[in-house]
């Protein structure tokens, strides 16, 4: 089964994006702290990442670049998913394999996942 673990503070995108990936076959985990980014990908173990800039403790930019900087996990896609101007930048930045702007289209984020499973 294809995992993907969700890093976003709002609790009401969380909802939507666990309901919708589930409901298409994916297992779904989600943090609202990125701090612990290795600690959780570890124990779950995913296929995809999704990331949020705005989380609390270091950040998504933080969290992406501390799992790319981890030679066991640097290969795990990172979809940067967040609300800013200078998202391609920013995703660039944080070492992120792809992005997706808020307020997002749920196509569009569900066709970048499907890109990144059929690559692993």
Known sequence: MNK???FDDDASILEV????FEE???KVEISETSHDIIEKVSKFRPDVILMDNWIPNIGG????????SNEEFKNI????????NDIAAL???AQAD???????????LEEKVAH???LK
Do not use: Q
């Open 77 to 84: 896609p990172v979809i940067y998913v967040t609300a800013n």
């Open 61 to 68: 930019v933080e969290a992406t670049k501390l799992l790319k």
């Open 4 to 6: 993907i673990l969700i």
């Open 98 to 108: 792809d992005f997706v702007a808020k307020p997002f289209n749920l196509e569009d």
């Open 116 to 118: 990144y499973m059929k």
């Open 24 to 26: 298409n076959g994916y």
């Open 91 to 93: 995703a660039e930045s």
């Open 17 to 20: 994006i666990t309901i919708i």
